[in-house]
């Protein structure tokens, strides 16, 4: 299986800054990596897949790069309903896998 | 507006079934490969299954292998969850959600899941 290791765990921020969550696979994955945002007591949100494409609705605050075994999801402008915990996902092979999550939270 | 409602969670005493429902409504469910996913309370998130379009086609996680069982009725827009022989591990929040393709497909929306407590 691939394994996902995000980093940090977790992270301070204010609003308005730039907030940067990076998500390493185990062995390359091309750009089959999506990120997701989850508010507490909610479903994720699919807001980043193949790598740097942004779902449609999602803000363009959002952002997200890299390929192969290295990516990063990037918050411009960190909002209030930013303030959350934050996932990638390999969708390149199964089983889909997830990495641990990074939360945001206010600093 | 995509919907997709979860049902079918509670209590149950391990080494018991349950059966997950998940009714989807506008779009159309049978140009979609189906996935669920599960999240332990305080925990992150698990992918654990995903159907083909037509159902012919599914895959598991290792854990829930020969346990957990896919399926999907295309009549009644409605895909199902068919956990057999259950343990505390399995205790979740199930999520279901919606891709364009089985392999390499991303979960896009996302319902809004059903608790599964496993517990004597």
């Known amino acids: 299986d691939i394994q996902m290791t995000q980093s940090p765990s977790s992270l301070s921020a204010s609003v308005g800054d730039r907030v940067t969550i990076t998500c390493r696979a185990s062995?390359?994955?091309?750009?089959?990596l999506n990120w997701y945002r989850q508010k507490p007591g909610k479903a994720p949100e699919l807001l980043i897949y193949?790598?740097?494409s942004l779902q449609s609705g999602v803000p363009s605050r959002f952002s997200g790069s890299g390929s192969g075994t290295d990516f990063t999801l990037t918050i411009r402008g960190l909002q209030l309903e930013d303030f959350a915990t934050y996932y990638c996902q390999q969708s390149y092979n199964i089983p889909q896998k997830f990495g641990q999550g990074t939360k945001v939270e206010i600093k | 507006q995509v919907q997709l409602v979860e049902s079918g969670g509670g209590v149950v005493q391990p080494g018991r079934s349950l059966r997950l429902s998940c009714a989807a409504s506008?779009?159309?469910?049978?140009?979609?490969?189906m996935h669920w996913v599960r999240q332990a309370p305080g925990k992150g998130l698990e992918w654990v299954a995903v159907?083909?379009?037509?159902?012919?086609?599914?895959y598991y996680t290792d854990s829930v292998k020969g346990r957990f069982t896919i399926s999907r009725d295309n009549s009644k827009n409605t895909l199902y969850l068919q956990m057999i022989t259950v343990r505390a591990a399995d205790t979740a929040m199930y999520y279901c959600?919606?891709?364009?393709?089985?392999?390499?497909?991303?979960?896009?929306?996302w319902g809004q899941g059903t608790l599964v407590t496993v517990s004597s």
């Open positions: 062995q390359s994955i091309s750009n089959y």
């Open positions: 159907i083909s379009y037509d159902g012919r086609n599914k």
């Open positions: 959600a919606t891709s364009i393709t089985m392999l390499r497909g991303v979960p896009g929306d």
């Open positions: 506008g779009f159309t469910f049978s140009n979609y490969a």
């Open positions: 193949a790598a740097s």
